[in-house]
């Protein structure tokens, strides 16, 4: 499994990666491999701002659907739209075309309430 050193992750199994201001949002490899083939993203919350925690979307696998969380708060600006015809982005590329929102981050300190990669790798017994 695959857990890359500058992301930030949740309890929730969401990962967090920052750029400037702005923060992509995904699921990371364990919660992919967990929940088996993707095959729907939904996310109505674009353009929304939400609290840290909050659900902003859905992830359907073949047996199962999941609530995404919101890993902090802020305005969600971006939907990545790949997923829309390729869900299975989210399987193959979870870190980098299976990004799922970027955010425009409401409180950056947020960010240190956050698990580092070791951290998470502990949490999940990986």
Do not use: C
């Amino acid at each position: 499994m695959n857990f890359p050193d500058d992301l930030k992750y949740s309890k929730d199994h969401e990962w967090i990666r920052v750029e400037d201001n702005v923060a992509y949002v995904g699921i990371s490899d364990f919660a992919q491999k967990e929940l088996g083939d993707i095959v729907y993203v939904e996310v109505e919350t674009v353009e929304e701002e939400l609290d840290q925690n909050e659900v902003f979307g859905t992830v359907e696998a073949v047996k199962t659907v999941s609530d995404l969380f919101m890993p902090i708060s802020g305005k969600i600006i971006a939907f990545n739209d790949d997923l829309t015809g390729e869900p299975e982005l989210v399987n193959s590329a979870p870190y980098e075309k299976g990004w799922m929102i970027k955010i425009e981050m409401k409180d950056p300190s947020e960010i240190e309430s956050l698990m580092s990669a070791e951290a998470y790798k502990e949490m999940v017994g990986a």
